[in-house]
């Protein structure tokens, strides 16, 4: 299953992978429950993930409630 990732603010796409349904269930998706996570994942007709994160840029600009992106890499600190 491919998956990518967008980001929520801005659009840009940030990155793509393919990932089996067990890779998915190891980093915390469960296709069968991803409606419990609708906000930040949305699955295509063809059967992709799109899952929806922060790019670089935003998480460096954008004071965001950190908290809710489990996803988010941590900001940098220039
Ligand atoms: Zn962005």
């Known amino acids: 299953m491919r998956i990518t990732y967008i980001c929520d603010r801005c659009g840009a796409l940030i990155g ?22 609708e906000d930040i994942i949305k699955s295509a007709e063809t059967g992709d993930l799109f899952i929806y994160s922060l790019c670089d840029h935003c998480v460096e600009t954008t004071p965001v409630n950190e908290a809710e992106w489990p996803y988010r ?3 940098d600190v220039h």
């Open 16 to 37: 793509a992978l393919s990932l089996t349904e067990a890779e998915l269930h190891q980093i915390g998706i469960d296709i069968l429950t991803a409606d419990l996570h």
């Open 73 to 75: 890499k941590e900001p």
